[in-house]
């Protein structure tokens, strides 16, 4: 029996029933529409905006950092490295989140997060918890507690609190942070650069910045091979400020810098340290000078000064390496230069006689006076460098000539630095003007030149090398983190005088020593040959000599028939019991024989390690 139709009583009694369905169902769609639109604003619209204020509240890219490469000696000694260390950082966004913040204080004040809001408004919560850290902060770090709740409250992203913080220490601070509650201070990993060398070639090894990149001396100059490559990872932390480990992004491991090794082995320059050291004080000098090369390769083999840079001693401290950034005029020992010249252009012979005279000479014509500490008469030229005559070096100078004086300066490295490549080198100079009277008889004799102490030793290289000016080379070769080595050639600049003159030159300097003013650098055992330096020290202030005092120096080479290493000594204005005690001979010349015997018994014990040197240009 099929259902009966509702009349229209009925239909008119259930009409405002369907109306308020009707009304409830528009209100339900419009309601859903509001939030299917609000949703659609959140996800789309509002996505990207909302997606970066989220990372930048929770989300970090950690910079995993790189170790700069070692800097080592020959042999593999560390002068210079970087440690894994942390470093102790602010993070404002989480310093700043009342919710966690008002949690962490409730559990430091033993009360309910309810009833610290109900208590405190929001801002006096951050302060109070700020506060907190702070006085945690003040009992681990060197800051007052002002400071530190200054730093933590700035507007600033982040601020490191402490540096070079050891693993050791760092797990301690992380232990404390946990029962104090304290969070938004993080500890992340970095490097710091240590120097086990401490003192020792300290002016040559240099130092970093804050941003690990070298500012000086090997550091800076070698900063693009050392330099690695710092690797990222991309963290996420929860509202606490706790890292979640299965939100980590993906690595980019760090890559480290190369190692480098320089030429000098710390074993000899140790030992010449000392040496310059007993010179220093024993002399009582300004400053004392020792470098010593080789001279087919132009290998540093040590080099040493005296001040130098001691942290222990800041009073009698420099920052000046004095072996490259401090010339002096040279004296006696710049005369193989005048005798280059004129050897090479034929302007004079080994056995012919010079007139030196009976110990004072006044030209004739340009009226310059010259003197020599005896009178040495009818003298060879060999006896003119023996002997050291001023006179008669200037005699040989007048036929040389102003041109080629100049030329000779030039090819035996001077008035231009050497390219060692440690910042702060100086170039030296000499007059490449007009000359006058004083220039034409004070260059050849080694004044109105100014030369620094490894520019002279690399000159005396090129006479022990066959005339051959070698570039110095102060690093042996790198050293990649994947074993990939890299070595640094020797490296010739040009010829600087024949191979015939620079033999000649040679016997000269041997002469020095075994009938000449240096006879104190004599040594039994094996053959050396050299030149003495005595010069008046000229004050730039006064602009005038200083009566009295002076500077003495010895530079030669050892054995002279195979010269294996050349070795330069200068002290400035050492004291002695009268100023003719003064003189390079009696005191540079046993100073450098002491060098000599220690570099050569070093060589001779030192495992020559091979190496295939490829020479691009220069001399034949």
């Known amino acids: 029996m099929s259902q009966p139709l509702p009349n229209q009583i009925q239909l008119r009694r259930d009409r405002p029933v369907c109306r308020r369905m009707l009304l409830l169902l528009f209100v339900l769609l419009a309601g859903f529409s509001v939030v299917t639109w609000r949703l659609a604003v959140i996800q789309i619209k509002e996505s990207p905006r909302l997606a970066t204020l989220a990372a930048k509240k929770y989300q970090r890219h950690i910079v995993l950092p790189a170790h700069r490469g070692a800097i080592k000696d020959l042999s593999g000694e560390y002068l210079a490295h970087d440690e894994d260390v942390r470093e102790l950082y602010t993070d404002r966004t989480h310093l700043r989140e009342v919710i966690t913040v008002r949690h962490h204080l409730a559990a430091v004040r033993g009360v309910k997060a309810l009833e610290l809001r109900e208590k405190m408004g929001e801002a006096e919560t951050i302060a109070a918890y700020h506060e907190h850290v702070a006085k945690v902060l003040a009992g681990i770090l060197p800051m007052p507690e002002r400071e530190i709740r200054e730093q933590i409250s700035s507007d600033k992203p982040e601020i490191v609190l402490a540096k070079k913080v050891d693993e050791e220490t760092a797990k301690k601070w992380e232990i404390l942070f946990k029962a104090e509650h304290i969070f938004g201070i993080h500890m992340r990993p970095t490097v710091a650069r240590c120097f086990p060398a401490k003192d020792r070639l300290s002016l040559v090894l240099g130092v970093t910045d804050t941003s690990n990149k070298g500012r000086w001396g090997v550091e800076r100059m070698m900063d693009a091979k050392l330099t690695g490559v710092a690797g990222e990872q991309l963290i996420e932390r929860d509202k606490s400020g706790h890292e979640l480990p299965s939100y980590r992004g993906q690595v980019t491991e760090p890559q480290n810098g190369s190692d480098v090794y320089l030429t000098i082995d710390m074993q000899l320059q140790d030992n010449v340290e000392a040496i310059c050291e007993r010179a220093w004080k024993a002399n009582k000098a300004r400053r004392v000078v020792i470098v010593v090369t080789e001279p087919t390769t132009g290998t540093v083999l040590a080099m040493a000064a005296r001040p130098h840079l001691d942290a222990s001693n800041p009073d009698e401290s420099t920052w000046t390496n004095h072996v490259i ?60 460098l023996v002997h050291s005559s001023n006179i008669g070096m200037y005699k040989i100078s007048k036929r040389v000539g102003q041109d080629m004086m100049m030329d000779y300066a030039t090819r035996f490295g001077f008035g231009a630095p050497t390219g060692i490549g440690l910042v702060g080198e100086k170039a030296g100079r000499f007059n490449t003007g007009k000359w006058s009277n004083t220039t034409y008889s004070r260059m050849p004799i080694g004044y109105e030149v100014s030369v620094t102490p490894l520019q002279m030793c690399m000159a005396y290289g090129a006479i022990a090398n066959g005339g051959v000016l070698m570039k110095p080379r102060l690093i042996d070769r790198t ?71 002076y500077l003495t120096s010895f530079v030669g080479m050892a054995p002279i028939d195979n010269p294996r290493l050349v070795c330069l000594v200068m002290l400035d204005d050492p004291k002695a019991e009268s100023s003719a005690m003064v003189r390079g001979g009696r005191i540079a010349a046993p100073i450098f024989a002491e060098v000599v015997r220690e570099t050569l018994d070093h060589l001779a014990i030192r495992n020559e390690r091979p190496m295939k040197v490829a020479v691009k240009g220069g001399a034949q």
């Not at 080595?485 to 015939?500: G, H, L, S, Y």
């Not at 104190?520 to 053959?527: F, I, T």
């Open 325 to 384: 950034a401090d010339p002096y005029e040279p004296g006696s020992i710049f005369k193989v230069v005048t005798l280059a010249a004129g050897l090479d252009n034929r302007k004079i012979s080994p056995g012919e006689m010079i007139d030196c005279g009976n110990m004072y000479y006044e030209d004739p014509v340009r009226k310059i006076k010259l003197s020599d500490d005896e009178p040495l008469g009818m003298q060879t030229v060999k006896g003119v």
């Open 479 to 549: 050293v990649k983190p994947n074993g990939e080595t890299d070595v640094v050639p020797p490296q010739p600049v040009w010829q600087a005088c024949t191979a015939k003159t620079a033999a000649t030159l040679r016997d000269f300097l041997e002469g020095v020593v075994v009938e000449g003013t240096g006879k104190r650098a004599a040594m039994a055992e094996v053959r050396v040959g050299g030149k003495t330096g005595t010069t008046r020290r000229y004050d730039p202030e006064k602009k005038r000599y200083i009566d009295g005092s």
